[in-house]
T-cell receptor, first 113, second 114 residues
Framework: AQTVTQSQPEMSVQEAETVTLSCTYDTSESDYYLFWYKQPPSRQMILVIR??????QNATENRFSVNFQKAAKSFSLKISDSQLGDAAMYFC??????????FGAGTRLTVKP | NAGVTQTPKFRILKIGQSMTLQCTQD?????MYWYRQDPGMGLKLIYY???????DKGEVPNGYNVSRSTTEDFPLRLELAAPSQTSVYFC?????????????FGPGTRLTVT
């Protein structure tokens, strides 16, 4: 079964600095998708960034970028120029071709002013 | 568009009671999902639907039932509520075409069973 592991329950960053959140996954599939979701105190799940496994180029969305290492099954999220509004729970997620999605346990990010 | 809406936002149930969590989406998405999120944990898939009239079990279906009579609605039914069902429940949808792998989430329902 596919599993997603986030080894950092909590992370902290100074405003305007850069932080990297780690995620590893286990799968025997060759074709799949990876995601980072943000969950603020409102509990709404917000898609931050997505990566297709067949693409070698790392995805980027404004201040958010990923480091996708397919052989190592690693998918880290880098947040540049951190803002107070970035404070939230961040979930790494995996999805294969089937209608199934697996989530990690989450990393709580605190942004210090 | 309202996106994905869920009702109620909060609910307290006694052990053995039943209830239905409502989920509606106005994006004409074929795919809909129900997840639960336990404290300090990621989401786990309960049930999903690929279209009206079609539903299937996810990772943790026991104690729940779903139906999908329309494209818009995907209610989740809890029969004989148990304390283990205390959780936050999220409904999500995704389009049949295009970004099929991207799911849009509702705001969640916090359920407590005592």
């Amino acid at each position: 079964a596919q599993t997603v592991t986030q080894s950092q329950p909590e992370m902290s960053v100074q405003e305007a600095e850069t932080v990297t959140l780690s995620c590893t996954y286990d799968t025997s599939e060759s074709d799949y998708y990876l995601f980072w979701y943000k969950q603020p105190p409102s509990r709404q799940m917000i898609l931050v960034i997505r990566q297709e496994a067949y693409k070698q180029q790392n995805a980027t969305e404004n201040r958010f970028s990923v480091n996708f290492q397919k052989a190592a099954k690693s998918f880290s999220l880098k947040i540049s120029d951190s803002q107070l509004g970035d404070a939230a729970m961040y979930f790494c997620a995996y999805r294969s071709g089937a209608n199934d999605m697996r989530f990690g346990a989450g990393t709580r990010l605190t942004v210090k002013p | 568009n309202a996106g994905v809406t869920q009702t109620p936002k909060f609910r307290i149930l006694k052990i053995g009671q039943s209830m239905t969590l409502q989920c509606t989406q106005d994006m004409n998405h074929n795919y809909m999902y129900w997840y639960r999120q336990d404290p300090g944990m990621g989401l786990k898939l309960i049930y999903y639907s690929v279209g009206a009239g079609i539903t299937d079990k996810g990772e943790v279906p026991n104690g729940y039932n779903v139906s999908r009579s329309t494209t818009e609605d995907f209610p989740l039914r809890l029969e004989l509520a148990a304390p283990s069902q205390t959780s936050v429940y999220f409904c999500a949808s995704s389009p049949f075409e295009g970004r099929i792998d991207e799911q849009y989430f509702g705001p969640g329902t916090r359920l407590t069973v005592t």
